[in-house]
C-alpha cells in the first residue's frame, strides 16, 4: 500500500516549453503533497507545500510563476514548469502524506528527470 | 529552524559485516526522525521512523536505528550488510509541530563489497 506515482519518469524538452509532472496517491488520499528537487549527489530541496484546494506554499527563494502547482484533487497535485531553461534542468521528487493517518511516513514517487536543451 | 547532519559522504563496508550510518539531528521540542534509502534515479523509499516509545526502532530490511536523545542523533544500522544494500541514505527530522515539513540530511552513499 501507499504508493505514490509520478509522471513522466524521464522528459527533455527545449528551452522555453513547459512541462508538467504528474503526483498520484493511488492508494490513500492526501491533503497534502510536497514538491523537491534534487541535484546531483545533493540532497532534497523542498521547493513547496501543495494544498488540497488551495493556493501552494512555496519555500523562500522558489519562484512561484516559475513553478505552477496544482492540487486539484485529493490524489492528485501537478508540477508544472514553465518557460524552462537548461538550469531548471534537474531531478523532481514528489511525496504525499497519507491525510487518513496521523504521523505516517511521507511517501515518495520515483522521481522526473528533467532534461532542458 | 531543524537540520539533520550526516557527518559521513560515504561509507564502505564488506558484505557480512555490520553497517552503520550516521546521523545528529537539531530540532526544537521532540523530534519525529526517519531514514529513508534512494536507489538511483529513483525516489525515497522509507525504512524506518522514530515517533515515540522504545528508542531502538526496528524497520525493512532489517535495519534498525537508535534514538539518543542526549547525544541528539539516530544512527541506522545492520548487523550484516548486503551487496544490495548499496545505495544513498537519508536521515530527515521533523518537529512535532510543524506541517509534515521534513529537512533531509545530505545523505550517505553506502558501497558494500562483495
Known amino acids: 500500500g501507499a504508493v505514490v506515482s509520478q509522471h513522466p519518469s524521464r522528459v527533455i524538452c527545449k528551452s522555453g516549453t513547459s512541462v508538467k509532472i504528474e503526483c498520484r496517491s493511488l492508494d490513500f488520499q492526501a491533503t497534502t503533497m510536497f514538491w523537491y528537487r534534487q541535484f546531483p549527489k545533493q540532497s532534497l530541496m523542498l521547493m513547496a507545500t501543495?494544498?488540497?484546494?488551495?493556493?501552494?506554499?512555496?519555500e523562500q527563494g522558489v519562484e512561484k510563476d516559475k513553478f505552477l502547482i496544482n492540487h486539484a484533487s485529493l490524489t492528485l497535485s501537478t508540477l508544472t514548469v514553465t518557460s524552462a531553461h537548461p538550469e531548471d534542468s534537474s531531478f523532481y521528487i514528489c511525496?504525499?502524506?497519507?491525510?487518513?493517518?496521523?504521523?505516517?511516513?511521507?511517501?515518495f514517487g520515483n522521481g522526473t528527470r528533467l532534461t532542458v536543451t | 529552524a531543524q537540520s539533520v547532519a550526516q557527518p559521513e559522504d560515504q561509507v564502505n563496508v564488506a558484505e557480512g559485516n555490520p553497517l552503520t550510518v550516521k546521523c545528529t539531528y537539531s530540532?526544537?521540542?521532540?523530534?519525529?526522525l526517519f531514514w529513508y534509502v534512494q536507489y538511483p534515479n529513483r525516489g525515497l523509499q522509507f525504512l524506518l521512523k522514530y515517533i515515540t516509545g522504545d528508542n531502538l526502532v526496528k524497520g525493512s530490511y532489517g535495519f534498525e536505528a537508535e534514538f539518543n536523545k542526549s547525544q541528539t542523533s539516530f544512527h541506522l544500522k545492520k548487523p550484516s550488510a548486503l551487496v544490495s544494500d548499496s545505495a544513498l541514505y537519508f536521515c530527515?527530522?521533523?518537529?512535532?509541530?510543524?506541517?509534515?515539513?521534513?529537512?533531509f540530511g545530505a545523505g550517505t552513499t553506502v558501497t558494500v563489497r562483495a
Open positions: 511525496s504525499a502524506r497519507n491525510t487518513g493517518t496521523s504521523n505516517s511516513p511521507l511517501h
Open positions: 530540532v526544537s521540542g521532540n523530534p519525529y
Open positions: 530527515a527530522v521533523r518537529s512535532r509541530s510543524n506541517d509534515y515539513k521534513l529537512s
Open positions: 501543495s494544498n488540497e484546494g488551495s493556493k501552494a506554499t512555496y
